[in-house]
């Protein structure tokens, strides 16, 4: 269910890679910008499957029943500017047996220097509204949403919308 792009904008090449990319976000993210990244996690805990809606349920084959772990965090520089903001939601199976996720290091590091073996299906990709902190206005932001599937059973939906003053739509824009 791959949601297109307005067919009017030119999306940046960088951008482009970025959403098409189906491996660390993370570390794109820190070419990208030129930062080492770290998480700020806003909250973390327990969810009722049945709270969440329906395409994540869906996604990770949940029943209405589950409990999930749901992380929503933002990805930060060293001066703390938000990269991108995140939610990840961990079925039984993920959070049983990679545990909880620590709060200093993004997701997909932790999975990388656990040497964990995964795969990413590209459930879509798109614009959402951004409320734009300097100049108080909303603009379009880039966003990607996937299912990490763990080798070792257990799968995470994970959703990431990106800062367009670091993700930048096109080429030209200021």
Not at 53 to 67: E, H, K, M, Y
Not at 107 to 135: A, C, F, P, Y
Request: proline share 4%.
């Amino acid at each position: 269910m791959m949601t297109t792009l307005q067919p009017t904008l030119e999306l940046s090449a960088s951008t482009r890679m970025l959403l098409a990319c189906d491996g660390s976000t993370t570390l794109l993210l820190q070419a990208l910008t030129g930062h080492d990244l770290s998480i700020r996690v806003d909250a973390q805990g327990d969810t009722p499957a049945d709270r969440l809606p329906p395409g994540i349920r869906s996604a990770l084959g949940l029943a209405d029943t589950a409990v999930v772990l749901e992380r929503r965090s933002c990805l930060v520089t060293s001066e703390q500017e938000v990269v991108s903001i995140n939610r990840v939601v961990f079925d039984e199976a993920a959070r049983s047996r990679m545990g909880v996720p620590d709060s200093l290091t993004p997701i997909g590091l932790q999975l990388r220097d656990k040497h964990v073996h995964q795969h990413r299906e590209q459930l879509s990709t798109g614009l959402m509204r951004w409320r734009d902190s300097l100049t108080e206005r909303w603009v379009d932001s880039a966003f990607k949403e996937y299912v990490i599937h763990y080798a070792v059973g257990g799968r995470a939906y994970v959703h990431e919308q990106f800062n367009p003053h670091m993700v930048q739509l096109a080429d030209d824009q200021a």
